[in-house]
């Protein structure tokens, strides 16, 4: 279905142009789309010329997607599938709480038991079919905030924050082995250039090599216990695998990774039997309002299991 960005005018004397690229967070290229196409650039509910001014008390209404972009090609998803756990909605975006183990996208083995199936079942049982497209993604095993724009252009604004790192993810990961609990807000940084394996095609690997690109890791160790350790980790970067493949480097890789781990079994006190890695914060701009959107997905329950409660956590968090 067509969707449309509604924009209230109320501190502003001036054409419709100037106002979409200095306010509405539009590229040029999105606002040339919309004012080539019929209706595309609405005033007060007539299509207007960009050139036309406006005042406070004016209303303005852009195209974002027009009733041809949807992801009808995607099945829908087994009803025996868990409902989504949505932390935030509105018209622009969706977050999701991924459990361990589903898939963010279709691919072979998973055609229809995937998170952007659920996605597509969900807003097409809203009242139409949407194109939503997922901003950044997370590994099957990896739990946590998976968002989605609805909308080309939401999209697009909130890859170029990934970039720019305004769009920020927070992890939380068990690790193999001791490291020290950090105080006093202490950060560590891995700089570590990220490549594919040329011995294994569904591996990466760190090293300082032609064609690798470079990746940095920030963390902090949060809990300390002779087997393992519980960091928190933020990205600067966005490499595949790269939390999995920095923390082997260092020698802690995740618990329950299977393909970075060197087989090395979790300590039978705790439940890992996926690679221990959540996303657990996210923050960004909403990409057309510009507010500040913080979100938690609460701790999955191998998290829970391994006695890390939201009470202990906040109780670390302040310790750190």
Not at 100 to 116: E, K, L, M, R
Not at 195 to 204: Q, S, V, Y
């Amino acid at each position: 279905m067509k969707q449309y960005l509604t924009l209230e005018i109320c501190d502003y004397t001036g054409t419709v142009e100037h106002f979409l690229r200095t306010r509405s967070g539009l590229t040029r290229r999105q606002i040339s789309r919309a004012k080539f196409t019929e209706n595309g650039i609405q005033k007060n509910g007539r299509r207007c010329r960009v050139s036309e001014c406006i005042t406070p008390g004016d209303t303005l209404s852009v195209l974002l997607e027009e009733e041809n972009e949807n992801s009808s090609h995607l099945v829908s998803p087994p009803a025996d599938m868990a409902p989504l756990d949505i932390l935030y909605e509105d018209p622009a975006l969706i977050a999701v709480n991924k459990p361990a183990g589903v898939p963010v996208h279709p691919s072979g083995g998973h055609y229809n038991d995937t998170i952007s199936n659920q996605i597509f079942a969900y807003c097409f049982a809203k009242g139409g079919s949407i194109c939503c497209r997922s901003v950044g993604r997370l590994d099957r095993e990896t739990s946590g905030i998976v968002l989605f724009a609805k909308n080309r252009p939401a999209a697009s604004i909130l890859q170029r924050q990934r970039i720019s790192g305004i769009f920020c993810k927070e992890y939380l990961a068990a690790v193999s082995g001791y490291l020290p609990a950090d105080r006093e807000r202490q950060i560590h940084t891995i700089s570590l250039p990220v490549g594919t394996d040329p011995d294994n095609p569904l591996k990466m690997r760190s090293a300082d090599t032609p064609g690798h690109k470079s990746a940095i890791t920030h963390y902090c160790t949060l809990y300390s216990a002779p087997e393992w350790s519980l960091v928190r980790l933020r990205l600067e970067t966005g490499r595949t695998h790269q939390i999995r493949v920095h923390m082997a480097a260092l020698g802690h890789p995740l618990l329950g990774d299977t393909l970075y781990g060197n087989n090395v079994p979790p300590p039978e006190s705790l439940s890992f039997t996926r690679t221990a890695l959540h996303a657990w914060q996210a923050e960004f701009r909403h990409p057309f309002s510009g507010e500040v959107i913080k979100l938690e997905a609460p701790l999955p329950e191998d998290f829970l299991a391994a006695g890390i409660t939201d009470l202990r956590l906040s109780s670390l968090l302040q310790n750190s």
